[in-house]
């Protein structure tokens, strides 16, 4: 998802994210549970729902170690610290979204298991050989350089360690209807086919465990745009940060129909 267009304090985006919160009937006063605020803090296809499915297709353990790249508000990366457990570093350039992200966590109750990075998914500030696993949720196709993207989530694996991500794919036609939840424009959207993704993994040194086109999946679930399932709170929504949002969830499911895009997700790892 691409960030608003304007930058906010840190207090702006607090008073934002706590206005849309006691709108929808929640009191930030009370710990939050990581599923209450799903329809605000998964920003990928499929919300909260899609993110469980990577959870399990991944194994994510309690005595991971994992790297969220993209993270957002950092939904997943509290969905994780919260179950199964693990230790999440959450890296993002908005600094709204991190921002948020902090508050957030601290509205769970999960500050102690959760650190945010504001930085790029192309020069990430660890070790080599520093996590269990990596998760990106529609984060590649704002990045071009795919291969030092993948190069990057290489290094920072332990040998064995699983990349575990959802994306979408070009399709046998080029985007035509814009704005689209990750790019305003054309110029903003960087997809590459599912065969170029799959190549520049191997050429990475990736070994694919799962991998699989679910646009089928994604036609008969919530809009492509990102926003989950209804929920009690249904006046909390990715709309609290991201502008136009139901022209963009059109546009994109519009191009998922019309075989455009494609939506992916994988689990690979690290070759030794």
Request: hydrophobic fraction near 45%; charge should be negative.
């Amino acid at each position: 998802m691409t960030s608003l267009e304007a930058h906010y304090s840190v207090r702006d985006v607090e008073t934002r994210i706590l206005a849309a919160l006691r709108a929808a009937g929640l009191d930030p006063e009370q710990r939050l549970s990581p599923e209450v605020l799903g329809a605000l803090d998964h920003f990928h296809t499929g919300g909260f729902r899609a993110s469980r499915v990577l959870q399990e297709l991944a194994q994510i353990r309690a005595e991971d170690r994992v790297l969220d790249i993209g993270a957002g508000l950092a939904g997943a990366a509290r969905m994780l610290a919260a179950s199964p457990g693990c230790r999440v570093d959450c890296i993002e350039l908005s600094p709204d979204y991190c921002a948020g992200a902090v508050l957030l966590n601290r509205l769970t109750g999960l500050e102690d298991r959760i650190e945010v990075h504001r930085c790029s998914a192309l020069e990430l500030p660890f070790a080599d050989d520093s996590f269990d696993a990596v998760w990106m949720q529609n984060v590649g196709m704002n990045i071009a350089d795919k291969r030092r993207l993948y190069a990057e989530v290489h290094r920072v694996l332990r040998p064995g360690g699983r990349f575990a991500f959802q994306e979408m794919a070009a399709g046998e036609t080029a985007s035509s209807y814009f704005p689209l939840p990750w790019a305003t424009h054309p110029a903003e959207n960087f997809l590459i086919s599912a065969e170029e993704m799959l190549s520049v993994l191997d050429e990475t040194g990736f070994v694919v465990d799962f991998f699989e086109d679910a646009s089928n999946e994604q036609l008969s679930g919530p809009p492509v745009g990102g926003a989950p399932e209804v929920t009690a709170q249904a006046q909390l929504s990715l709309s609290v940060y991201v502008d136009n949002l139901a022209q963009k969830a059109e546009n994109a499911t519009r191009s998922l129909q019309e075989g455009q895009i494609q939506f992916v997700r994988g689990v690979f790892r690290a070759k030794w």
